[in-house]
């Protein structure tokens, strides 16, 4: 599975948007940017995937670039809820089957939403 | 619909120990998985399963085993308990595309 790079830690008001980033410069054709967070003490959540076109639902909206080396998680107005670790993670296609559904978890990027 | 469960969620257990962490999902995966984390770091893959009768080796299988003798349930063994398999442990399940997480074990080993 493709390396990803994310800040440490970040900072937001709430209310206002939250960009989180991600660098996934070795990326391959067929893996998928997949978006969880962890709140503190509980188990990770997932939020969103994509695989070059961005993505948006009722939780984030996911942006990759054109050349799919790096992709931002939007979460579009922050809540106090909200602060928790984020993870990106790069894996081949959901249905690719066998071992290739494992997720690798990186350290992430704490995200603190501020009042 | 109750998703994944764990249980317990807390447990202390003395060197040597053995014990079994239960995992059930009630979403007809077929993926499972055990993960641990420990401070300051991300979760870790102890052992996964792609069905029913099928499981294999994590990145940090050795001191657990598996089994998967049906499609809800995966519990993770700790045959010998040691104090560095103090950590959070959660169980995952998943169909095709999202994983679904239990609310963890924390276990501790004196």
């Known amino acids: 599975d493709a390396k990803t790079t994310q800040p440490t830690s970040m900072d937001c008001a709430e209310g206002r948007a939250a960009n989180l980033p991600c660098n996934h410069s070795?990326?391959?054709?067929?893996?998928?940017v997949y978006w969880y967070r962890q709140i503190h003490s509980q188990g990770p959540q997932y939020i969103i995937h994509?695989?070059?076109n961005n993505e948006t639902n009722e939780m984030a909206s996911l942006i990759i670039t054109e050349d799919r080396k790096s992709s931002t998680l939007i979460l579009p107005h922050a809540t106090l809820r909200d602060t928790a670790v984020y993870y990106c993670?790069?894996?081949?296609?959901?249905?690719?089957?066998?071992?290739?559904?494992?997720?690798?978890f990186g350290k992430g990027t704490l995200l603190t939403v501020n009042p | 619909n109750a998703g994944v469960t764990q249980t317990p969620k807390f447990q202390v257990l003395k060197t040597g120990q053995s014990m079994t962490l239960q995992c059930a999902q009630d979403?007809?995966?077929?993926?499972m998985s055990w993960y641990r984390q420990d401070p300051g770091m991300g979760l870790r893959l102890i052992h996964y399963?792609?069905?029913?009768?099928?499981?294999d080796q994590g990145e940090v299988p050795n001191g657990y085993n598996v089994s998967r003798s049906t499609t809800e349930d995966f519990p993770l063994r700790l045959l010998s308990a040691a104090p560095s398999q103090t950590s959070v442990y959660f169980c995952?399940?998943?169909?095709?595309?999202?994983?679904?997480f239990g609310q963890g074990t924390r276990l501790t080993v004196v």
């Open positions: 979403m007809n995966h077929e993926y």
């Open positions: 993670i790069v894996r081949p296609a959901p249905n690719s089957g066998g071992s290739n559904y494992k997720l690798t």
């Open positions: 070795t990326i391959s054709g067929n893996e998928y």
């Open positions: 399963s792609v069905g029913a009768g099928i499981t």
């Open positions: 994509g695989l070059k």
């Open positions: 995952a399940s998943r169909r095709t595309t999202e994983a679904f």
